[in-house]
């Protein structure tokens, strides 16, 4: 209704302007039985409501009105303009309205050109009120919105492309939260103090004074904005003056072409921490796997998970899903069965400890591409049984290494940690034993003896017999901490923030290197692909990072000040822990691969009949419940297995004070 008052209107004003309604009225027309001017008016007035019924123009919200609305209203009065003469004349023709001779419609429309000029006039009268109603009512909703809302979010926008304008338009257009936009913030001097949409474009040195003198809040930056070479300055910068940062995804994932409030999200630190991402050879790896059947071990943990979704990309004939972990594997199941509904799923609770299921598991699938991730991995719990750390990182690799070729699988990658290297704890000691027990077996046909071949026959044990004719490929991979793993440090001081502190970190200057779950995975899936067998591949992780510094962090990206809002405590270090990580010991070497973020650490091999007897001296020591028996047993295998802030460093002095004695009585001997 009010479209078509809009339209009567600018029709009257037009004949006004023209003075045709003068003409008319002056000849004497206007008390006449069929006013000339009234019919000129009514039967525009059905024309248009016609076409703008059949464009439903009336159906639009006028608050989210935008350019492709004001290009429909100029299309729909265009229109208008062209058929109403068509309509004229036919009214002209087929009903011979009684207008005196002189002055026929035909008349009219002809007389001093009359018509062209008020369709030309009506035209832009008509269009521009029409759009003016709308951004009228469009700028006064949000007006009123903004000074009847007390609690209003001040905000910036980093960019000033169309991606940028995107965000604006939604964060104005939303009845759900109320955002103000301050500005966009710019590198580029050349759009500095220029002005989008009336909102300026600042540059990001003035992020301090905005803080201050506007008290912004926010600042919104899209996903892929992150990987450009500016992510670092920018975020640090906001940190630095208190100002919290919030990221979009891509318009790509906008649900139906439009931004969800949902999907506005704080800036995470595994975003922060993420560098630059791994290029692998998916056409490599695809060829590897299409088609095979495929067991991950710990399917339902933080990197075996990974490597289920991964692993799915590339069609292979089946996927195996084996853990003890009930409810997760569950999850995991649930999930593939949504994301991959065509997908061959084998799910298998069973634990890499008890040999007889896990046979039974390799007896139904026949696996041809191993990956080996069950392990227990929290360095505390471990130090405090470490006959169970034993048993599931040692027993279990062993069990699942030899199984994979006594059903001649093709390859088998075992994911190991960088704490196997120098070992201060239970964790990183029996992992690297699991390491050297998989390296071996890989070297085993080539380096056994006569004596030895012959002892394998006449033991009976056929696991040991397939030995001598093994194909099986056994690959290790060694990275440091994932990020957001279960458990990890980052959940742990995410639910502190929530709960509002402390956050506990065990020593001001602990270090760690970090890489995330994809990385890690993708590591894993590249080494089985280029892996030949025997090899330990470790992965170029940048610089490690302080734990207090990433708690730090994780403060200011909540919007808190550290030591204010939260606070930081010390707690000293945990049984086992060491202040630094490493990824090779002394002794290692590393050469190059393809690529540039992978390496092969260059270890001596250890003699298969060796690690086999002690690892079952190892075992057997298990069962007799003495810790200490075990883990000294331990460090006789591993000599640079070193104990720190443990109660098993008791062990090393004794060993120091044997070998002090051992070089006495030598020299005395001398």
């Not at 492309?161 to 710019?186: P, R, V």
């Not at 990020?483 to 270090?511: C, M, W, Y």
């Not at 001296?617 to 298990?622: A, D, G």
Request: contains cysteine; glycine residues 4%; charged residues 20%.
């Amino acid at each position: 209704m009010i479209d078509m008052m809009i339209t009567t209107c600018s029709f009257m004003l037009s004949c006004l302007l023209l003075q045709l309604f003068r003409y008319l009225t002056d000849k004497g027309y206007v008390g006449s039985q069929w006013n000339p001017f009234l019919m000129l008016t009514g039967l525009y007035c059905f024309v248009c409501v016609s076409i703008f019924y059949i464009m439903r123009i009336h159906t639009g919200v006028i608050r989210y009105s935008n350019i492709h609305d004001m290009l429909r209203i100029f299309t729909a009065v265009l229109c208008t303009s062209l058929l109403y003469p068509l309509v004229l004349l036919g009214v002209d023709i087929f009903f011979h309205l009684p207008f005196d001779e002189k002055v026929t419609l035909d008349a009219v429309s002809a007389h001093l050109s009359y018509g062209s000029s008020l369709l030309v006039v009506n035209f832009f009268i008509s269009s521009s009120l029409l759009i003016m109603l709308r951004t009228g009512v469009k700028g006064l909703y949000y007006y009123v919105k903004r000074i009847t809302t007390t609690s209003r979010k001040r905000v910036l926008i980093y960019g000033s492309d169309y991606n940028a304008i995107l965000i604006k338009q939604t964060l104005e257009s939303s009845n759900i939260d109320n955002f103000e936009i301050i500005g966009f913030i710019e590198t580029d001097y050349h759009k500095v103090d220029s002005y989008i949409q009336q909102v300026k474009v600042y540059h990001l040195k003035e992020l301090a004074k905005l803080k201050y003198k506007r008290n912004v809040d926010k600042l919104i930056l899209m996903n892929e904005q992150l990987e450009t070479k500016d992510k670092q300055v920018i975020i640090e910068r906001c940190l630095s003056v208190g100002i919290k940062v919030l990221t979009v995804p891509p318009t790509y994932q906008w649900i139906s072409g439009k931004l969800s409030l949902k999907q506005i999200q704080d800036l995470k630190i595994e975003d922060l921490l993420q560098r630059e991402p791994i290029v692998i050879n998916n056409k490599l790896i695809g060829e590897e796997l299409k088609g095979k059947r495929v067991l991950i071990t710990g399917a339902a943990g933080s990197i075996g998970s990974e490597i289920v979704r991964q692993v799915l990309n590339y069609d292979p004939a089946m996927i195996i899903l084996c853990d003890q972990a009930e409810s997760f594997l569950h999850e995991i199941q649930l999930e593939i069965e949504e994301r991959h509904p065509q997908a061959t799923i084998k799910v298998f609770i069973a634990n890499v400890q008890n040999q007889k299921r896990m046979q039974s598991l390799f007896y139904e699938v026949r696996p041809q591409i191993i990956f080996h991730a069950a392990a227990y991995k929290h360095v505390p719990m471990m130090e405090n049984h470490p006959s169970e750390a034993v048993l599931t990182n040692v027993l279990g690799t062993k069990n699942v290494a030899d199984l994979a070729i006594f059903f001649k699988a093709e390859k088998f990658v075992m994911v190991s940690t960088d704490k196997a290297v120098n070992p201060t704890n239970i964790m990183g000691a029996s992992k690297r034993i699991a390491e050297m027990y998989v390296q071996s077996l890989n070297y085993a046909p080539h380096n056994l003896q006569a004596p030895d071949i012959i002892d394998i026959i006449n033991s009976g044990n056929t696991r040991l017999a397939n030995l001598l004719n093994a194909d099986t490929k056994f690959i290790t991979t060694r990275f440091g901490n994932v990020l957001d793993s279960n458990g990890s440090v980052i959940p742990r001081f995410r639910a502190q923030i929530q709960k509002g502190g402390p956050l506990t970190v065990t020593h001001p200057e602990i270090t760690r290197y970090f890489m995330t779950i994809p990385e890690a995975v993708q590591l894993v899936l590249e080494a089985g692909i280029m892996g030949e067998g025997g090899e330990i591949f470790i992965f170029d992780m940048g610089k490690p990072m302080k734990i207090y510094e990433l708690a730090l962090k994780m403060i200011k990206l909540a919007g808190l000040v550290p030591d204010k809002d939260i606070k930081i405590t010390f707690t000293g270090l945990r049984p086992g822990e060491k202040l630094y990580e490493e990824l090779l010991n002394e002794k290692e070497k590393t050469i190059p691969t393809h690529h540039e973020k992978i390496k092969i650490a260059k270890i001596i091999s250890c003699s298969f009949k060796k690690v086999l007897f002690d690892i079952e001296e190892l075992i057997s020591m298990t069962d007799q419940d003495d810790n200490y028996l075990v883990v000294k047993k331990m460090k006789e295998m591993v000599p640079e297995f070193i104990s720190m802030n443990s109660k098993y460093e008791q062990l090393d002095a004794s060993r120091t004070a044997d070998k002090l004695s051992n070089v006495s009585a030598v020299n005395t001997t001398s």
